[in-house]
């Protein structure tokens, strides 16, 4: 005799529904806070792999977009 109406079905799945419930909302406020957080440890990635200006001259150099002597130049320039 159950007096509310409901099975020890229903009682088992409303538990884990809760469970999952709060698996969801932790979750959704760890990607919030990562996201929130990622806009600055994400530029910081982002400087991480931009390059220099002398990386780019030897990237250029290498290319054949400049001649040596452009290249000998604008190196020394960078290094003042």
């Given at each position: 005799?159950?007096?509310?109406?409901?099975?020890?079905?229903?009682?088992?799945?409303?538990?884990?529904?809760?469970?999952?419930?709060?698996?969801?909302?932790?979750a959704?406020?760890?990607?919030?806070?990562k996201?929130?957080?990622?806009?600055?440890?994400?530029?910081?990635?982002?400087?991480?792999?931009?390059?220099t200006?002398?990386?780019?001259?030897?990237?250029?150099?290498?290319?054949?977009?400049?001649?040596?002597?452009?290249?000998?130049?604008k190196?020394?320039?960078?290094?003042?």
């Amino acid at each position: 005799m159950m007096g509310t109406g409901t099975t020890g079905f229903g009682m088992g799945f409303g538990g884990i529904g809760m469970i999952l419930i709060w698996v969801l909302v932790i979750a959704a406020v760890i990607i919030a806070v990562k996201w929130l957080l990622g806009d600055s440890s994400g530029s910081a990635s982002n400087r991480n792999t931009e390059k220099t200006p002398l990386q780019i001259l030897e990237e250029r150099y290498a290319r054949g977009e400049i001649d040596r002597e452009e290249y000998e130049q604008k190196k020394k320039d960078l290094q003042h």
